[in-house]
């Protein structure tokens, strides 16, 4: 089975408007993805920002539950958390290498991503025994900006339900994509 | 297909200690639930809670996102929260069998819940030609307190990944369940 690696970006994404932006960490944002990726067997959770105070922030946050007052509120959470690195993408990738033995192949999510591959295509792929690495792309704020479709291997089809609307939180779609791909 | 309706619990719940509490009502519970909520073709939304001052609160949010600032900010957000009613339990079941000519089957949600039925036959169950409307009830804090379990009419299997952690936040529960009830 592959090993699985979950990637939130926080730049570049775009605004409400559709301009490129970079977005904040949110600690909810890390909480919820890091339980989601635990229950979903995920092997890292990289928390990708390019400003170095952002990084402290979610840091601190980090901090807080694995060696302070929240330590001992929660061990579960703790579990979670500890299943988080905070860097930028390059160093995403190397150290995704670095644990699983071979380059992961780079996924793009999104809501409005066309030409994607199916959940079914993609779980399959997964569960092969020659799999490769794959890390999942979450994008923050309104989505990904179109330059990280390039940094992707491949897009996956957008979630869908029984009508057009599909503006989930990343928070709900990271768990609901971990769960067609590796729910049981 | 079953008219379905979710209702976000925040009395009686458990704490990390298993004590019963009243927990608050969060405003990334209203979105993030109302945004999967609208997503998956869910007909009302019930942010359920004992106390008025509670009660008020998200009344006040959701004004925001209805008829201030938040109107013009993000048109999806406001149809995601248009579909939320503050209340009680008894009255949503009411208000349910109102909009939908029966009274709904109230359906159990819990990472917990032994002897629940599995999502296959919920799904199947809820796209009959005559189904009935079904309640999903969604527990913040740790979980639904035991006397909710008798409340509802069934409950449905605990969402399961490939290892035992199941520690899942509400909001991607919730989304979780649901696409695994009426995705695509």
Redesign the interface.
Known sequence: ?AALFVALIHYPVTD?NGRVVTSAITS?DL???A??A????VVAYFVVHPVPDQREFAGRVLEHWQTGYGRN??S??R??LDLIQVTNLDEAIVAAEQIAGARPLVVYTSARASGGIGYAEMRARLEREDAEPVMLLFGTGFGMAPPMLERADLALAP?????E?????V??????I???L???
């Open positions: 089975m409400r909810l909480h919820d993805i339980r989601s635990r229950t979903y067997g509120f929660d579960r959470r579990e979670a979630v869908l339900g029984p009508g609307y599909n503006h989930l939180s928070r709900a779609a990271a768990g609901i971990l769960d067609r590796r729910g049981h």
